[in-house]
């Protein structure tokens, strides 16, 4: 069985999240947002990019900050 986790007598089965809701994408996800922000904190032809910047920056962080503890 290449890739899967061999079942054991005695051991309970695990289940394999999937494949959109595992770290590497998702943490991707996260830190695409943070640039955004920080990009929309920099540019100077917008206010409105600017007031949500720092929602965006800190959304972007509060979800790598839970992505980092999912599994691979």
Excluded: C, D
């Excluded at 069985?1 to 494949?19: D, L, N, T």
């Excluded at 991707?28 to 007031?51: C, D, E, F, K, R």
């Amino acid at each position: 069985m290449s890739g899967e986790q061999q079942m054991r007598p005695g051991q309970p089965a695990r289940k394999r999240w999937p494949r959109w809701a595992r770290r590497g994408l998702l943490e991707n996800v996260a830190i695409g947002l943070i640039a955004l922000g920080v990009l929309m904190l920099v540019q100077p032809v917008s206010i409105t990019l600017y007031s949500y910047s720092f929602v965006t920056v800190l959304a972007g962080t509060l979800m790598f900050t839970i992505v980092s503890k999912f599994p691979e």
